[in-house]
């Protein structure tokens, strides 16, 4: 048996002190007052925090490896966030052919198969069918119009899909949706440039979620003498939407992140950091990386750029410095910046019953980290990986 010590113990509803979380065979068997030391494993936690590990459900790589990749690669990519506290991951998909992206697919199967050091959980589709006009870091060339029978070729080629991030304001935007809630599959608004009206109309065709809010998405704008609200708007308003937010105040300010944890609150607003390669990696100022997709993009003012500096291309942030960013700068209470690092992300997914909280039968994914959310400590499924 695994014993935790002198912890600030993290759950949805409190911090817990002056008790003891007991775990074994990867799992977390009892939270207590007393026990025994003898004969069993002392993990003394000196009063830093005990939290569940972070979720990640959209990021595109990290540790100089991409989703895109090779199986080998999205193990290294999913291990090099595991280090910083993130113990379940999506790998997240770029705009690409049908048949790449089955293929990168597959990958991921694999990837979840020989994969320790982190909580593969499936595959987040972002694109290929979202506007051209909200593209953002997409390549433009592999952005698509849905239709059944490209639809059914790509989310029937694998049970791993967990979401898919699409524009329902495109021609058929609306039957990704359809198609996606049949599966059981997530359906997020991205990259869309619709308005208030269709975003409202799409929770009626299976949306639930969408992607990065404020971060390639329509907001209010004038159209002729009259203001018209647009996907921010709809996502912050309709209580059928949970909403990501890329928390390294680099794509949004600290306002807008208190803004959107005051509309959503922590059970459906949750922090993505929509990171590339080069993300959980020390970058040097003015590195220039071409993707997978084709494009050039820059490392500056810590945040990837595309190459001409016309928009922003991803961050390089990693779970627990989001988590730092909404404690330490948004004020937002720690309790509810980790719920919207762990159980919320999970439960948009439906992989919240044994992940996301310390509680009796739940996964020994825990992690360890101080005032300034430095992360000391990392065990999944009761595997130790940073001590």
Known sequence: MRIYINAKIITPSDIIENKAVLTENGKIIDIVSEYESEGNEIIDCKGNYLSPGFADIHVHGGGGYSAMGSPEDIVKMCTAHALRGTTSILPTTLAAPIEQLKKVIKNIEEAQKICTDSNILGVHLEGPFISMKMKGAQSPENILVPTKENLAELLDSSDIIKII???PEIENGFLVGEEASKRGIIASVAHSDGDYSNTEEALSHGY?????IYSACSGMRKIGIFRHAGVVEAGLSLDGYSAQFIADLRHLPYGVL???YKAKGADKAYAISDGLEYSAL?????TVILQENGLEVLYEDNVMKLADRSC??????????LVRNM???AKIPLIDAVKMASLT????????KTKGRIEKGYDEDLIIFDEDINVSFVTVNGKIIKS
């Open 312 to 321: 922003l291309a991803g961050s390089v942030a990693t779970s627990n410095v």
């Open 327 to 329: 404690v330490k700068t």
């Open 165 to 167: 991030g699409a524009a």
């Open 258 to 260: 208190k803004l959107i």
């Open 345 to 352: 992300p999970l439960s948009v997914i439906g992989c919240d």
């Open 282 to 286: 020390d970058m040097e100022e003015g």
């Open 208 to 212: 639930s979620d969408v992607t990065h």
